[in-house]
């Protein structure tokens, strides 16, 4: 069984512009959450969508913004790009609903912005 | 939100040692999970323990919960190299829908 898959593995982007970074869930789960590990940091959560609809977010201004698509895989779109962002852009899955609530995790996505 | 906060920072030890790793949390919980990262990668999730729980075992991975202390800890008996990684562990919390809140993590180096 694939796991969680994420495309691109790195991406390079000047400040100001946009990143457009995409998860593919494991098969059968609906949930996507998104994570920024900056470095020297802990993961922060981002985002969750479950169903096609954002769940919850986290602590980020707006110009971090995703959704999540009828095959249940994602997209996370960060505009008016600031150094700060630069950081390790992590996707899990889950299946929301009965049983464990585990979150699968995907390789990641490396953002640097110069 | 915050984070809860694991100790040590960092940890070496010799292969075939055991490595404890320390995680202390602020609220309320659903369970308690430890996931592991290797050099910046994508997390793999180990174990999970949930709030009515004391104890479980793993492999060669022990967890433990006290929740009137708020803290877990994690052994990984008989270490070896390749147990090289950086350990999280991760609140699931009853008022906050289906987010993880992540540690700050352990780094391990595990000397051959």
Redesign the interface.
Known sequence: EAG?TQSPTHLIKTRGQQATLRCSPISGHT?V?W?Q?ALGL??Q?LL?Y?EGEE??R??FPPRFSGRQFPNYSSELNVNALELEDSA?Y?C?S?F?GTG?????????T?LTVL | SQQGEEDPQALSIQEGENATMNCSYKTSINNLQWYRQNSGRGLVHLILIRSNEREKHSGRLRVTLDTSKKSSSLLITASRAADTASYFCAERKKSSGDKLTFGTGTRLAVRP
């Open positions: 969680v949930s959450y994570y590990q802990g993961l959560f969750w479950d769940r919850n986290g602590n390790l992590l899990a889950s929301f464990p609530d585990t979150q699968y995790f995907g390789p990641g490396r």
